[in-house]
């Protein structure tokens, strides 16, 4: 009896979420798209006297289910190596021997980004189908899982009477959208520490998923992070400032659930929307946090990966600059 009951209930969430969130039902071919034309530069100062070799490490745009990526172009002195390293994220290293003059890398993309929204709930089991799952699990070193995390965790889902994990995952999604504010002042903000998003309850992108992925991962619901570049939803042609991240979520009745909780924080009337969906204007680069690069860097793993990251002697290099620019391709240049 207890069996059955659990598997009613599942099947009550997947006819809530079908009912809550009617766009999921259209077919995934009209979803919105765009292609566009982007533009990744890095330029490494000048190292310190006496320096035998630095070594450069750039992000990687790769293609997956929501964006076909092709490299136009990679302008970079010497030997350059395209290598691929934890998650499946790819990388280009470079290698400079005894350089002498600041080195300036270009990689130019064109990218094709469909608009990502969850699957329909299934009938049955959705396997996860990532070798990483145990990973999406587990703490990141800003992102313990102790037993303080785990309390606030199920007080949130106890408040919403939350039971079934896509339910659960909801109510995480809900908390973090109306308690949070997305607002860069003070310092502490974009590290995604969890601490500091439960302390602060203001911050940028990272701070946001921080708290909805540990959340989730407390309560032993995978969740897993990404991060990589917005464009504005206007077509044309510009610089991106910075990075964004957003999240991800798995449950057995859905699948992986794509949400950006940031997004949703600044355009309170798209909270529904973004339980369930990625729009198309971001181009993803990297998945994961705590990372490892290809050849290992000397430094600690990165906190998250996609600016530029240096080393000179196998010490960090500071003062990378970096920019970044898109350029909207129109229907008829294809």
């Not at 970079?76 to 400079?96: D, I, M, V, Y």
């Not at 199920?154 to 909801?170: F, I, N």
């Not at 991060?227 to 042609?237: A, K, M, Q």
Request: charged letters at 25%; aromatic letters at 10%.
């Amino acid at each position: 009896m207890h069996s059955l009951c659990f598997q009613w209930r599942g099947l009550l969430a997947a006819l809530l979420w079908l009912m809550t969130l009617p766009q999921l039902t259209t077919a995934q071919s009209t979803a919105r798209a765009r292609t566009f034309i982007f533009e990744y530069q890095a330029t490494v100062p000048v190292a310190p006297a006496k320096t035998r070799q630095v070594d450069l490490w750039l992000p990687v745009a790769h293609s997956d289910a929501a964006q076909d990526v092709q490299i136009l172009q990679i302008d970079a002195p010497g030997k350059h190596k395209a290598t691929e390293g934890q998650h499946g994220n790819q990388l280009l290293h470079l290698r400079l021997r005894q350089p002498k003059a600041p080195t300036t890398v270009l990689v130019r993309y064109q990218v094709t980004r469909r608009e990502h929204r969850a699957p329909q709930p299934a009938k049955g089991r959705i396997p996860m189908q990532d070798p990483d799952s145990a990973r999406w699990l587990a703490p990141d070193r800003l992102v313990p899982l102790d037993d303080q995390i785990r309390s606030w965790a199920r007080e949130v889902v106890r408040e919403a009477r939350a039971e079934m994990p896509l339910d659960q995952a909801r109510a995480i999604y809900n908390h973090v959208v109306a308690t949070v504010k997305y607002d860069k002042t003070g310092q502490g903000w974009g590290r995604g520490d969890i601490y500091y998003a439960c302390d602060a309850r203001h911050g940028n992108c990272t701070d946001f998923h921080a708290l909805f992925i540990g959340y989730c991962r407390a309560l032993g619901i995978p969740a897993r992070f990404s991060i990589g570049f917005p464009l504005p939803p206007e077509r044309g042609t510009g610089e991106v400032k910075g990075y964004h991240c957003w999240a991800e979520f798995y449950t057995p009745q859905t699948g992986w659930v794509p949400i950006d909780a940031s997004e949703a924080a600044k355009n309170p009337d798209r909270r529904e929307y973004y339980f369930g969906a990625h729009d198309e204007n971001r181009v993803e680069f990297t998945r994961g946090r705590d990372l490892t690069l290809e050849p290992v860097q000397q430094a600690l793993p990165l906190n998250y990966f996609i600016y530029p990251h240096a080393e000179a002697d196998g010490k960090p290099l500071e003062g990378v600059q970096h920019s970044f620019r898109y350029q909207d391709v129109l229907a008829d240049e294809l």
